[in-house]
């Protein structure tokens, strides 16, 4: 079949892609830059549409079923509105086409009191579904997978915190399912008959409530952790208690606690049975995420589907580094060893690797961005050696990751009083194999100059060392 898969450089997109693939299917992978997809296989093509844009989007005609998987849940207070936009466009386009089916992954909603984030992605199921092309809505609660949002957060709090004064909210009941299993469901509904026009809640076996799922995790992970559970904790104190405690943004917080207070318990059905798909549970889907982690095969994480950004910016209109009215410090170092050794220091830059000079007041200033409402460097890197354009790096987001030409461009994630660019490139110089290494920054007003100004003590030293170790092949 030709399948098309919105969102096919997301957390779910990324893992489904294979799925397809192992079964044969022609895909049309929907993205809103191409220049973040280059993982290209037989069988694929890229289609660039921005969902929220005025422009028409054109399908082509001969799509057979197709993924929505868009969500905008770390937008801010117009999330809700951008994801209804969303939807609209994706029916207007759909429709133009001899699709017979759309598929979409959305949230368990059962509660009588929803969440705006599931009240949200409830608006967005009822728009797809009033379209002509039937719809087959999977509504999952948390997904427990390597590099998913719940599975890492979770991950920070029991791996950090060895006792946790938590928020009444870890009472509330949800039913975790694994991402394999998520996956499973995707595939296995794709033109049955009895699964179009129709909605089905995927659940794993075990119904828990969220501190339950701490001590799992925990037991998982041979951790004694002790948790205390206080009335007294708002939700703005416990999406702040997330935030700093944990890698994601203070507005995604905010809605994951806004959903977390409700309970997220499906409706029984048989189509687990129906698909022939056995149920991970809890525990064991935990294991098997850290079976991926161990091995570096983690297919995907969901900060670098920019869900862990605190901006809406188009990152491709920073791709092209500007020079008027910018600052840089620019520091070239002759490579006299291995240059694949340089390379491989500069793809592994950032995460547990550090920042090769200084690592600790790179700390500190990941620190002083999470107090300013920034990202923080707690997201790290999805893998140790691997990079690519789009992925998240600490506090700063990859724009180009081009290992053949040697050049890796990040652009800053962190609060700033202007716009900052780090480039890496290999390049000859005075007929020498050179690094150049170049820290560019535009500011913005007086504020921004004074910050670079303050900056250039650390920057001197700072720089100097990490170009310095980073050319080191021994």
Not at 105 to 128: A, F, M, P, Y
Not at 137 to 154: D, H, Q
């Amino acid at each position: 079949m030709k399948i098309l898969v919105t969102g096919a450089n997301g957390y779910i997109g990324q893992r489904l892609i294979p799925a397809l693939l192992q079964e044969q299917h022609q895909l049309y992978c929907c993205v809103r830059n191409r220049q973040r997809f280059d993982n290209l296989q037989p069988g694929m093509e890229v289609i660039e549409a921005d969902f929220l844009s005025e422009t028409a989007i054109v399908f082509p005609q001969d799509i057979d079923v197709a993924y929505y998987l868009i969500h905008s849940m770390s937008s801010g207070k117009s999330f809700e509105e951008l994801e209804a936009r969303s939807a609209k466009n994706f029916v207007t386009a759909i429709e133009t086409t001899n699709c017979k089916q759309v598929i979409y992954l959305t949230g368990i909603v059962n509660d009588e009191q929803l969440s705006k984030h599931l009240s949200s992605r409830l608006h967005v199921e009822k728009i797809l579904a009033a379209g002509k092309v039937p719809l087959t809505a999977l509504r999952a609660g948390i997904i427990v997978g390597s590099g998913s949002a719940s599975f890492e957060i979770i991950r920070d709090l029991v791996e950090k915190l060895p006792v946790m004064i938590a928020p009444k909210w870890l009472k509330s009941l949800c039913q975790p399912i694994a991402i394999r299993n998520v996956i499973q469901f995707l595939t296995g509904v794709i033109m049955r008959p009895d699964c179009l026009d129709t909605n089905f809640d995927i659940y794993g076996p075990d119904t828990l409530n969220y501190k339950q799922m701490l001590e799992g995790f925990a037991e998982v992970r041979k951790l004694k952790r002790k948790i205390f559970i206080v009335p007294v904790m708002t939700p703005k104190l416990s999406s702040y208690w997330l935030y700093f405690v944990t890698s994601t943004s203070y507005a995604l917080a905010s809605n994951l606690v806004d959903s977390m207070k409700i309970n997220v318990v499906g409706r029984p059905n048989d189509l687990a049975e129906k698909l022939g798909i056995s149920l991970l549970p809890y525990k064991s889907a935990v294991e098997l995420a850290f079976e991926k982690i161990d091995q570096q095969m983690v297919l995907s994480s969901w900060k670098d589907a920019f869900i862990s950004s605190n901006s809406s910016i188009d990152f491709r209109k920073y791709v092209e580094v500007p020079t008027h009215g910018c600052f840089r410090d620019q520091q070239w170092r002759e490579i006299t060893g291995s240059p694949e050794k340089v390379l491989e220091n500069i793809w592994s830059i950032g995460g547990q690797r550090g920042w090769y000079y200084a690592t600790r007041l790179w700390k500190v200033r990941g620190l002083m961005d999470k107090f300013a409402g920034g990202v923080g460097l707690r997201r790290g890197r999805t893998h140790n050696s691997m990079i690519e354009a789009g992925d998240a790096l600490d506090f700063w987001r990859v724009l180009i990751a081009d290992k053949k030409n040697k050049r890796l461009l990040l652009f800053a994630e962190m609060k700033l009083p202007g716009e900052a660019w780090l480039e890496f490139r290999i390049m000859k110089r005075h007929q020498k194999l050179q690094l150049r290494q170049t820290a560019t920054f535009r500011p913005k007003g007086l504020w921004g100059r004074l910050y670079w100004i303050s900056m250039l003590p650390f920057h001197y030293f700072i720089f100097k060392g990490m170009i310095k170790n980073i050319t080191k092949t021994t």
